[in-house]
Every structure is written in C-alpha cells, then in structure tokens.
C-alpha cells in the first residue's frame, strides 16, 4: 500500500525554527507537496517538491531525498499564527492526479 | 479569484437519505477533485474531473457515490443511502495543469 508517516505533534517556541519530517513508501513516486491546515480550515498549499533539493518560499522551505524516501518542511520564525496541522502529500506519477496524504502533524507555537 | 467555494458548508441528516454536495471551483481550473477527511487524518482522495471528463476513482467510492461536472464547470457528489460511517468532511480541489491543488473550506456530513 501507500504511506507517508509524520510525527503526529510539534511543539516550538515562538521566533524558533522547527522542522516537520515526511518518510513515504509509495509503489510510485513523482513529488511531495506540503499543505497546512488550521481547526475548521481548508487545506492550504504550502510548497512541492520534485526534484531533490531545497526549496524556499518566504519562511517556509521544504527538501526532498528520492535516494532516502525522504523529505521535510522547515518552518522559521515562528508566528503564533503558525500554529496548524501539516500535511505531507505525494503525488505517485504523472499520470494519477490523486494526491496520497499523511496523517498530518500538529504544531503547537508557544509564546 | 474567489478561491473554491463548497455548498453546503455543514449538513446534518438521517441515516438512510440522500446528501447532494456542490463544488464551484477557481474559474481557470480545468481540474477538479474530491476529497474526504476525517478527523484527525489528512484527506482521502475519491475522485478527479478534467473538464467534465471523470477519469480517476478511488476504490473509497462505492457505489452509493456518484460525482458529475456536466458542464466542466461546477461539480456535485452524491451519497445515497447514507451510513454512519459517511460523516467527514468532503473537501473539493481543483488546480490547472499541473499546478497545486487548491482546496475549498468543505461540507461537513454528519449522519444522525
């Protein structure tokens, strides 16, 4: 079957960096994506990744290892408002639009 | 760019009837999908739609489920003869190419 496995909670200080880690096993692989998502909310696209790297958008990056199955969001300067579920999400191949998700984490931002 | 907008945002009702939800995604989108959520989990995907075309269905629709988007506009899902275990949350995407998704605030079912 399909899986991508979070930590279920986060807990950081506000102004910190926290990272958030997605291990997957797919029978196919072609990007991650990452969403957050506040109580009540819809799920907002946050970043994607298809390539191996980093990549950076504002104070959020994400980084993905093909090699490692592997990949993360890093959140910096945290902000109360911060404070959300996080989600992994893969895409399997070109030609499936369906997204797989995680079952997300929790981060909570203390003052 | 109103964002994806879902109708109703929450329905209740009885085991056994028959709930209609609509999803009016970003106007460009030629892409739109279904999703449902449980509490606690990340989205389920249930079915996608290019333009009016449905080409992907998740082994989750049973046949109680039915999705249309007669006119690659709009889109509506149908649970018939509802259950209990059919209370989610029922999240509509939609994206252009292969642009992220972007998802709607949802209809929130809960069977009585």
């Known amino acids: 079957g399909q899986s991508l496995e979070q930590p279920s909670e986060v807990t950081a200080v506000e102004g910190a960096i926290v990272q958030i880690n997605c291990t997957y096993q797919?029978?196919?692989?072609?990007?991650l994506s990452w969403y957050q998502q506040h109580d009540g909310g819809a799920p907002t696209f946050l970043s994607y990744n298809a390539l191996d790297g980093l990549e950076e958008t504002g104070r959020f990056s994400s980084f993905l290892s093909r090699s490692d199955s592997y990949g993360y969001l890093l959140l910096q300067e945290l902000q109360m408002k911060d404070s959300a579920s996080y989600f992994c999400?893969?895409?399997?191949?070109?030609?499936?639009?369906?997204?797989?998700f995680g079952s997300g984490t929790r981060l909570q931002v203390q003052p | 760019d109103t964002g994806v907008s879902q109708n109703p945002r929450h329905k209740i009702t009885k085991r056994g009837q028959n709930v209609t939800f609509r999803c009016d995604p970003i106007s460009e989108h030629n892409r739109l999908y279904w999703y449902r959520q449980t509490l606690g989990q990340g989205p389920e995907f249930l079915t996608y739609f290019q333009n009016e075309a449905q080409l992907e269905k998740s082994r989750l629709l049973s046949d109680r489920f039915s999705a249309e988007r007669p006119k690659g506009s709009f889109s509506t899902l149908e649970i018939q003869r509802t259950e209990q275990g059919d209370s989610a949350m029922y999240l509509c995407?939609?994206?252009?190419?292969?642009?992220?998704?972007?998802f709607g605030d949802g209809t929130r079912l809960s069977i009585l």
């Open positions: 999400a893969a895409s399997l191949d070109t030609g499936r639009r369906a997204l797989t």
């Open positions: 995407a939609s994206s252009s190419m292969d642009q992220p998704q972007h």
């Open positions: 797919t029978s196919g692989f072609y990007g």
